[in-house]
Every structure is written in structure tokens, then in C-alpha cells.
């Protein structure tokens, strides 16, 4: 089980999948949700501020979104959050059909997975598997 959830998705609609599929899989304790890159560095910085133990051990990250996208967060996020690296497992969950965003999280260092919307059962045992493993 995983302690803390950090979903970084612009739809309210994705959320609560997410939400209902990771409650009903009792694979997470807790499921905080922003709707764009800015709102999750806000709220890393807040965490930050209290504690590291209050970080999230994994990040479900949307692509395409206002304000800030996932690309945006993942350099930010690298950038301001170094000592996280190797503490949070961090998955693309994206609907995006664009063989070069898949390519691209394929390069990316930080990104273990690319998992395609909507979350469902399948993709939540995929990530307990890597848990277990790391």
C-alpha cells in the first residue's frame, strides 16, 4: 500500500475514477488532487515546508494541461525536487495518442510508466508490481 497519491490531471471526471478505482483497490491511503503542473509544485512547496514524509510516494501525471503541463512539472519538479527523485515513482497517465509523448516519457529518467486513461484495475496491479519490486 502506498501512503500518498499525488494526481496531477485538469478533469474533475479523471479524478474521481482515479479516485473510486484506487479506493476500491485499497492501494493508497491518500489521494491528493491538483489540476495543473502550477497546482502540484504549490502544493509540493506547502508539503515541503512541513516535512519530506509528507511527500507523495507516487504522481499520476496528465500532459496536456493549462496553466502548466506535464513536461512543464517534470522540469520544475527535477529542477526544485532533486531529493525526490528516487522517492517518488512518478506515472504519465495521459490520453494522448502522439507516439512522440510516449517516446519522449520513454527518455525521461524520472518517469517509470506510461499508462494510458482511464486508471483501472489493471494499471493499479501494474504499479503494486513495481512497488514491490523497488
Same mark, same amino acid.
Not at 11 to 28: G, I, V
Not at 111 to 133: H, T
Given at each position: 500500500?502506498?501512503?500518498? %497519491?499525488?494526481? *496531477?490531471?485538469? =478533469?474533475? #471526471? #479523471?479524478?474521481?475514477?482515479?479516485? $473510486? +478505482?484506487?479506493?476500491?483497490?485499497?492501494?493508497?491511503?491518500? +489521494?491528493?488532487?491538483?489540476? !495543473?503542473?502550477?497546482?502540484? *509544485?504549490?502544493? /509540493?512547496?506547502? *508539503?515541503? !515546508?512541513?516535512? $519530506?514524509?509528507?511527500? @507523495?510516494?507516487? %504522481? /499520476?501525471? =496528465?500532459? !496536456?494541461?493549462?496553466?502548466? =503541463?506535464?513536461?512543464?512539472? $517534470?522540469?520544475?519538479?527535477?529542477? &526544485?525536487? @532533486?531529493?525526490?527523485? =528516487?522517492?517518488?515513482?512518478? +506515472?504519465?497517465?495521459?490520453?494522448? *495518442? !502522439? @507516439?512522440?509523448?510516449?517516446?519522449?516519457?520513454?527518455? &525521461?529518467?524520472?518517469?517509470?510508466?506510461?499508462? &494510458?486513461? @482511464? /486508471?483501472?484495475?489493471?494499471?493499479?496491479?501494474?504499479?503494486?508490481?513495481?512497488?514491490?519490486?523497488?
Amino acid at each position: 500500500m502506498v501512503k500518498r %497519491i499525488l494526481s *496531477i490531471e485538469d =478533469d474533475a #471526471t #479523471t479524478h474521481l475514477l482515479n479516485k $473510486l +478505482y484506487l479506493d476500491e483497490s485499497k492501494f493508497c491511503e491518500e +489521494y491528493i488532487e491538483v489540476f !495543473n503542473g502550477q497546482g502540484a *509544485i504549490d502544493f /509540493l512547496q506547502t *508539503i515541503n !515546508n512541513e516535512s $519530506l514524509d509528507k511527500m @507523495p510516494e507516487l %504522481i /499520476l501525471l =496528465d500532459l !496536456n494541461m493549462p496553466v502548466m =503541463d506535464g513536461w512543464e512539472f $517534470l522540469e520544475t519538479f527535477e529542477k &526544485e525536487y @532533486p531529493q525526490l527523485a =528516487d522517492k517518488t515513482k512518478i +506515472y504519465v497517465l495521459s490520453s494522448s *495518442i !502522439n @507516439p512522440k509523448d510516449k517516446e519522449r516519457a520513454d527518455r &525521461e529518467k524520472l518517469i517509470v510508466g506510461f499508462l &494510458e486513461k @482511464p /486508471l483501472d484495475f489493471s494499471q493499479i496491479a501494474k504499479i503494486e508490481r513495481d512497488f514491490a519490486v523497488s
